[in-house]
DNA sequence: AAATGTGAAGTTGTTCACAGCT
DNA sequence: AGCTGTGAACAACTTCACATTT
């Protein structure tokens, strides 16, 4: 018997027709979009393993293998085809359209994020942000509404809302969490430093600043 | 032989005759002490491996296998004395003494980042921050001092400063990186969208919130 | 009875080595 | 000759099962 979670990927791949990605991939395949990108913008019309493995950081075994996993469209003894390449790797990422996303807290670091240029370059567009203090005077002007929290619900479900940027203060991280989750909300990027309880269904990516500082920490100090 | 990883983690427990812990279990550790310190605000003086568990979000056998990296000092039948553990944790992680760090890149997220109260909370506090144009008017008054890069070098050492948060436009962050490592900075956190090149001795943590949408974006499309 | 600590088993992820194209 | 694609080996990480202690 292949185990609980092997059994898991076998059923998917059944279920779907589709071999599962394994979620590291994923976000190397991420990496490697971006560095192709550049290797276009400077002129590259095709790349090797090598080359592209080395820009992105990883071993040139590893990338091949993580491309192994939806197809194989490397020409031996030549390499990839650059454009084809970042073609392909979107489409398996589903970048192509455009997703809308809400951001919860305008606090400090929320309001950074709601204009912070380096989500709508890739894709993505914060179209409102919520608050409970939606009136609070701020530092700066921001072209997206700020919205109280009771009107969160009705505005997820009427713009089919699928993702969240979670940046309130810990202490009501877990209950705004719940409220979008009810709302329909399906991924949540969480900025508050506690560990969310949600559903299976529901994802959760976690970014805590005071964490990834406190490990370069321990690493440097020896 | 136990291969090149194997015997790497092998020669260090020799040479410093404490036993090396995995770079994911140090994270848990992190997560480990912030869940500790609410549970004592909450006034709870000794917890289960099952309950520190369930609210880290990992399973207790998880949690049991990483304390037991640097000792051991449940007692059986009981669980773990909230306060001791704290101790031996923030110990092991080395977060006794506040660290000084750096901020370069005084951008829209970079500005955000030096007002974060999130980093003076956890031990760390940014020093003072750096900008290719450090008289430019911004959106907020800072407490911190804008300096010019010209100044980088001689207050990196001044200061021992060992850590810098990177927080450049990506045209830019290699060479900054490399500015950075030359005046002696042994641990970067990357917030431009680069992989940066950077010497063995030196660590690196990327983050990278457009990849992290992304990837949220992957897995609940379906 | 309740909970830890840990060897063994299981699973996932990475790297090697080389066959096979172009 | 050069480079991809991949089975097999290897290493890291997680979970199980249970002996052990309070």
Redesign the interface.
Known sequence: MPGRKGWLRFWRLKKTGRLVIP?KT??RL??YL??LA?LRDNGLGTVSSEALAQ???VKPTQLRKDLACFGTFGTRGLGYDVLALSQRIADE???SSL?P?ILVGVG??G???V?????E????EIIAAFDAEPKRKR??EIKQPILGMEELSQFVNENGV??A?LSVPAASAQAVANRLIEAGV????NFS???L?VPEEV?V?N???????????????G
């Open positions: 979620r994923i976000y991420s990496i971006r560095c550049r820009v992105a950081g990422l589903g970048t997703q996303v400090n670091l309001l950074a994020l204009s912070y240029r380096g989500f370059k890739e894709g993505f530092d700066k699928k993702m940027i399906m991924g949540i990027l430093p506690i560990v309880a994802m990516n970014v805590n600043l005071a964490i990834e500082l406190e490990n370069l920490s321990y690493f440097i100090h």
